[in-house]
């Protein structure tokens, strides 16, 4: 069944466009970066890794290589046609319920900044029912100063240009982001809704559904373990 387009989602360029406005071959391109190494100094080795939104395989693929079993979940079929080697499940995020638990569950790619707040319970209850006793949810968080100081651009060492060109709000506390990747040969434009969070705003929404911010991965805090609270 083909998805709809998510309200307030939208991308444009060359080849297939997912219903929250990923360019499949966009991703396809992207150069992992420092999250494979991120997951694994934070989790046991070897576990059974729940990824959610897993995308094309830019971060499944390297964590297999780790020695990670990965159960790959992304609603988008298209996607799922480029991951190798992992179990894959099409299916939106907050309707997923596997009847499975599993050591690690992870959010990443900013899915917590859900411009929808029943949206973002979703996907978050979606980890913690999955979660095994023990388990722990990594969740990516976007950087303090995401949406400020617009707009910027950063030179990929592999060759494209990133900019994120505004980020205007729409109210209610969420911002309209559009960002452009520019490669010598093919542009994409993805727009999408984000809702900035600060550290305090992030805990409360896990508390929301019972979970807790164990501890904080990364200096700049845009990569969080987190447990059921006690």
Not at 68 to 84: C, I, N, P, Q
Not at 129 to 144: D, F, K, P, S, Y
Not at 180 to 190: C, I, L, R, S, V
Request: charged share 25%; hydrophobic share 40%.
């Amino acid at each position: 069944m083909k998805l709809s387009v998510r309200a307030g989602y939208q991308g444009t360029g060359p080849g297939a466009i997912t219903p929250d406005g990923c360019a499949v071959e966009l991703y396809s391109r992207l150069p992992v970066g420092a999250e494979p190494d991120i997951v694994a100094a934070a989790v046991p080795a070897g576990v059974h890794v729940l990824e959610l939104g897993c995308g094309v395989g830019r971060v499944t693929h390297p964590l297999l290589e780790r020695g990670f079993t990965v159960t790959a979940v992304d609603e988008s079929r298209e996607m799922l046609d480029r991951v190798r080697g992992a179990r894959t499940i099409c299916s939106t995020i907050e309707d997923l319920d596997l009847g499975e638990s599993f050591a690690v569950v992870m959010l990443g790619s900013f899915l917590v900044h859900a411009g929808d707040v029943e949206v973002r319970r979703a996907l978050l209850r979606t980890c913690v029912r999955h979660l095994e006793t023990g388990g722990c949810v990594l969740i990516q968080r976007e950087g303090a100063d995401w949406h400020a100081d617009l707009p910027r651009e950063r030179m990929d060492p592999s060759g494209f240009t990133l900019r994120i060109v505004s980020a205007d709000s729409v109210g209610e506390g969420v911002n309209s982001v559009c960002a452009e990747y520019e490669f010598p040969d093919a542009t994409w434009t993805q727009r999408f809704l984000s809702r900035p969070l600060t550290k305090e705003q992030f805990e409360v929404a896990l508390a929301e559904v019972g979970l807790h911010a164990e501890t904080y991965l990364t200096e700049d805090g845009t990569w969080v373990r987190a447990r059921l609270a006690a």
